[in-house]
């Protein structure tokens, strides 16, 4: 794949345009009631700096979890969100998080400090902020699954390191645009130090006895997938 070919791609997926069209929105709304010049910086400081620490927390703790699926409520939420993408880490189709989840959270994480930075202006380009960071975040992400290799030496690196929590080891290499938060919690690693491969790496833990207990996600993926994603072709073990 080439870049140009990756950009493609990427924009024509349906989440892109939505948060493109979503940040043309909140730009409206600021343009309409603008908080002043402090409080807006404040507000674009904030979202962009917290940012990769707030994706940390979601990605280990919420991702990555053991309690959505055993919820009825939520284990299809689960499932969408990222097992789907642990399950075939290159079907495009789930690559990007799914809207009815971001978008909340979007809300939660940058308009709602932003509109006690600044009120409504600040809330709007707060969320607008939180917006482009998460477009940035998925071309990142874009690049770390689909087949484009990186030119860049560390842009490399850390697509080798995104790809061993995808085939090697899930519980580590968190971050998607850095590693910051995974060297200061110590959940960077490299293959050679971790030799043993996670057998959960594919399913998040979600295996054939824990799907006889909670099988609500089970019954909505025909089963659980067993091995590798690119040998098990369409056979799932019931």
Not at 25 to 30: K, N, P
Not at 35 to 55: C, E, M
Request: aromatic content about 14%.
């Amino acid at each position: 794949m080439t870049f140009r070919e990756l950009v493609v791609a990427y924009f024509q997926h349906h989440a892109i345009v939505a948060y493109l069209a979503l940040t043309g929105v909140a730009i409206g709304i600021y343009s309409w009631h603008p908080a002043a010049a402090l409080p807006t910086a404040a507000t674009i400081a904030l979202i962009v700096l917290a940012y990769p620490l707030i994706w940390y927390v979601l990605h280990r703790w919420v991702l990555h979890c053991h309690w959505m699926f055993k919820v009825p409520a939520l284990a299809g939420i689960w499932k969408r969100i990222h097992y789907d993408h642990h399950q075939d880490p290159h079907h495009l189709e789930v690559l990007f998080g799914a809207l009815y989840t971001t978008v909340p959270m979007l809300l939660l994480v940058s308009a709602l400090p932003g509109y006690a930075i600044g009120g409504v202006g600040g809330a709007a380009i707060g969320f607008a902020t939180g917006l482009l960071c998460t477009c940035f975040y998925e071309f990142f992400h874009c690049i770390q699954h689909l087949t484009y290799k990186p030119r860049l030496k560390w842009l490399a690196t850390m697509k080798v390191r995104h790809m061993e929590h995808h085939f090697h080891d899930e519980d580590g290499n968190f971050g998607i645009t850095n590693f910051a938060w995974d060297r200061l919690f110590g959940t960077l690693y490299t293959r050679t130090q971790r030799p043993a491969k996670s057998p959960t790496v594919f399913n998040l833990g979600y295996t054939e006895d824990v799907a006889r207990a909670y099988p609500w996600v089970a019954r909505r993926s025909g089963g659980v997938a067993v091995g590798h994603p690119g040998r098990r072709g369409s056979s799932r073990r019931r």
